[in-house]
């Protein structure tokens, strides 16, 4: 491994202590080094908050003077709520600026590297690129393609059944896997359910800190949460509306008394002037707010109308050491009659989460 790639490495570390946090800005992360020795670390934690570098650059002091920082993400060059951070390296005086990717912000995208070059300050791109850029998989998929990136989750029976044909799932996985969802709703901005888990389960799908055990990342930012409900079957008393962030997207127009209730609760309504809701649409909507990451949590119906609507970037699946039978429900609603329809993956990781077994993969 290179000099390069070492301190790199290192600074791609301190980006994932910005995992569950940073949203909407990127996970940055940035190491200042002067004669062979690291003199400054920092990552990106809150948005609002200082980015990676200024950290950094305050911890180096005038070490920084001369000195070559490694950085994940092309350092801004826009004024937002904190300054351009290519201002504060040329401020500093260093003499070497390497990025492991350039930034997809049509307010950055290259102006960073410019204005570091126009001072005199020599860079590099491209170390551990592909490291970076999956670190940051939804910010560059909202920059570039407009909509965000989507993780459909499932948990199953090792024969493929979400819950017994009454409905009834409490717990098929353990409870390290539900420990696990935790962590992925923590990484999401949005978290996407339809009515029918909604009137069934009466879930929060809120993030949990106080279930984990290794928890230290400060105050919890609280995905939204979005229930797709064409008809307005909400409950007024679902658990959901004890968190603020709930959006709900409706076909109902909007004269419906429904609306004006939820929205006295301080639900988000959403309209759809059509009949059945367009799922793109939707997505489109919630990268327009910012939104990076998406989780759907969901029932066989609209888990597969995701994946119809190849609107799916990964697929994770929880899979239980137990058998539920034929007449349960399945993972996927997906009318497939062929072979010639099947719908192929690829796994891109397995692996086992306490007794039962994570497989992610993606759609072919």
Not at 157 to 163: F, H, I, K, N, Q
Not at 234 to 251: E, K, N, R
């Amino acid at each position: 491994m290179t000099t390069d790639s070492v301190y790199m490495a290192r600074a791609l570390q301190l980006a994932r202590e910005g995992l569950y946090t940073t949203h909407p800005n990127p996970r940055v992360g940035c190491v200042i080094v002067n004669d062979g020795q690291i003199v400054g670390e920092g990552f990106h934690a809150r948005a609002g908050q200082g980015h990676a570098e200024v950290h950094a650059l305050l911890q180096a002091g005038e070490r920084a003077k001369g000195a070559t920082a490694y950085v994940t993400l092309e350092p801004c060059a826009h004024y937002g709520r904190t300054p351009p951070c290519a201002n504060a390296l040329i401020q500093a005086q260093v003499a070497h600026v390497v990025m492991a990717s350039l930034d997809s912000n049509p307010l950055v995208a290259g102006k960073g590297q410019a204005l570091l070059e126009a001072a005199g300050i020599s860079t590099t791109v491209g170390i551990f690129e592909a490291e970076a850029k999956a670190l940051n998989q939804g910010f560059f998929r909202r920059m570039q393609g407009g909509l965000p990136y989507v993780r459909v989750k499932v948990a199953a029976s090792l024969d493929g059944r979400t819950a017994m044909q009454s409905g009834e799932s409490k717990w098929i996985t353990g409870a390290d896997a539900r420990r696990d969802v935790q962590k992925l709703r923590a990484q999401s901005t949005a978290i996407i359910t339809g009515i029918g888990t909604v009137l069934a389960d009466d879930p929060s799908l809120t993030v949990r800190p106080e279930e984990w055990t290794d928890w230290h990342y400060g105050d919890v930012v609280q995905p939204k949460r979005v229930v797709l409900d064409s008809q307005l079957r909400m409950s007024l008393d679902a658990l959901m509306l004890q968190t603020a962030g709930l959006i709900v997207v409706t076909t109902q127009g909007q004269h419906h008394p429904k609306i004006a209730q939820l929205q006295a609760l301080g639900v988000e309504v959403w309209h759809q002037g059509v009949e059945r809701i367009d799922l793109r649409l939707v997505l489109e909507q919630l990268a327009q707010h910012g939104i990076n990451e998406v989780l759907v949590e969901a029932g066989a119906t609209l888990a597969g109308a995701f994946v119809h609507a190849k609107l799916v970037d990964e697929l994770i699946m929880y899979l239980a050491p137990t058998l539920l039978g034929s007449a349960a429900r399945p993972m996927f609603e997906l009318a497939l009659t062929k072979m010639a329809q099947q719908q192929s993956l690829q796994i891109s990781d397995l692996r086992m989460v306490g007794k039962d077994i994570r497989v992610l993969a993606r759609l072919s």
